[in-house]
């Protein structure tokens, strides 16, 4: 099935700006937050009605963790209830309906890589919003809901806000210690993989529901800083770390790797986090930075 009419909201974002890369070919409507607001749902129904897309692919989220502990309502009017209004627009037009999710919906317990068949157990805001915003999406008749994590891929001069890649590789670049986490564990999520992935899954006969969607691997964050630094060819000053030493106001789950075999019995393999990341410093330094 061929989506040729395309909105993605969130669209200023390092995802947004990848699904819209990705589509380019088709016909796309691109909303930011200066464009849309995804919290009116009025607003979200008349912007969807007036474009009649195939496909609506949500990646705006409230993604500040810590600050949704004391800003719980906000969390939730993107993270949950703005979905829930995008969800309903979708079925309204018959448009399907993409929105992502997170590692952070698990407790952090486990000792193997989460599947989709793993009972949610949030242990923050930020988490509860997102497992909401999960149930409200999965409403939407063929909707997918893609759980990622660890976001990285921003291209050289991103103007956008920084994640944990982001530091490590300037840190390297500029000689500065790297804290890293020994005790936290993911699977990163390299932005070009996730949104041809999505795009994969929109044009084909998958079937639709909840998927994991990461680079396939788990490592620490220590690890990652490593294997980067390898990457790159600079001797890393590593601080290792654990959670207890750093104060949080939410609680994050320490193992959250996850498990990517819906996804690929669906067709679409992830590849490495390693491989991800060798392809993103590829993009990020010169060759002559690189081994």
Not at 25 to 33: E, L
Not at 233 to 241: A, N, Q, W
Request: some cysteine.
């Amino acid at each position: 099935m061929t989506m040729s009419r395309v909105m993605v909201t969130g669209a200023a974002g390092q995802l947004g700006a990848e699904i819209v890369r990705v589509f380019a070919d088709r016909d796309v409507t691109a909303h930011t937050s200066s464009s849309l607001d995804i919290t009116d749902s009025n607003a979200v129904s008349e912007a969807v009605k007036a474009v009649r897309p195939s496909v609506i692919v949500n990646c705006a989220a409230f993604n500040d963790v810590d600050g949704a502990e004391t800003r719980l309502a906000d969390a939730f009017a993107v993270n949950a209830f703005a979905v829930r209004g995008l969800a309903r627009a979708a079925e309204e037009v018959g448009a399907r309906f993409v929105h992502y999710s997170s590692d952070f919906v698990f407790d952090g317990t486990a000792t193997a890589p989460y599947t989709e068949a793993v009972p949610p157990a949030p242990r923050s805001v930020y988490a509860a919003s997102k497992l909401v915003g999960e149930w409200f999406a999965l409403d939407a008749p063929g909707a997918f809901v893609l759980r990622v994590e660890s976001l990285f891929g921003s291209p050289p001069g991103w103007p956008g806000r920084r994640g944990t890649m982001d530091h490590i590789v300037s840190g390297l670049e500029n000689g500065r210690p790297i804290r890293a986490f020994t005790d936290r564990t993911v699977s990163p999520s390299y932005t070009p993989d996730v949104a041809a992935a999505t795009r994969f899954l929109v044009d084909s006969d998958a079937d639709a529901g909840l998927y994991h969607c990461v680079n396939t691997g788990a490592a620490t964050w220590e690890q990652v800083a490593r294997e980067v630094a390898c990457v790159m060819g600079i001797e890393p000053m590593i601080e290792p770390v654990t959670s207890d030493q750093v104060q949080m106001k939410a609680r994050r789950p320490r193992f959250c790797a996850l498990a990517n075999d819906r996804l690929a019995t669906a067709g679409f393999p992830m590849p490495s986090w390693q491989d991800a990341i060798a392809r993103w410093v590829a993009i990020l330094s010169p060759p002559d930075r690189i081994n």
